[in-house]
């Protein structure tokens, strides 16, 4: 460890010493942590995205315009929900507002985002699915890509409520 690690390590520990202090840093790793997680929810949405282009171009090439809009209006779907997931809520509050954010709260939007990567977990498989078929799409795979994306974007306005 260097020398800047150890002043910083030395430092954290002599605030901790200040009331209030740890409890605002423990927050804070609670939104860091939170942070990191829902920007690698929008990293594995944006792989989805790029599978999508990627199929939608094949498809093109090959003149079956058939599901081109289908895929279209998923890719677009998936994009919002992406850039919703990495700007949504950290659980800040104002130092005088009336209902402050605790860290069992900032602890519930955790488990809460980590469910919801498991359900983005979902979606990449669905879209791995239709993309190997390589122009053989499968409607019904894409209707449960669309019901899946129903159910992210319900969980993430419902994420709201927890704060």
């Given amino acids: 460890m260097g020398t800047k690690e150890k002043v910083a390590k030395i430092l954290t520990k002599t605030a901790r010493v200040l009331p209030g202090i740890g409890s605002y840093q423990d927050k804070e790793s609670i939104r860091d942590s939170d942070k ?35 895929l279209d209006d998923i890719s677009r779907q998936m994009d919002k929900l992406s850039r919703t997931i990495r700007y949504a809520s950290r659980g800040y509050a104002g130092v005088f507002a009336p209902n402050q954010v605790d860290e069992k709260a900032l602890s519930d939007l955790f488990e809460f985002d980590l469910s919801l990567k498991e359900d983005i977990g979902g979606l990449g498989s669905l879209v791995s699915r239709i993309s190997g078929n390589r122009g053989d799409i499968d409607s019904t795979v894409l209707q449960e890509v669309r019901d899946l994306l129903l159910k992210i974007e319900k969980m993430i306005s419902d994420r709201e409520n927890l704060l």
């Fill in 36 to 70: 990191k997680l829902r920007d690698n929810i929008s990293t594995e949405l944006a792989h989805c995205m790029e599978t999508l282009e990627r199929l939608k171009t094949d498809i093109s090439r090959k003149g079956s315009l058939s599901f081109l809009k289908e």
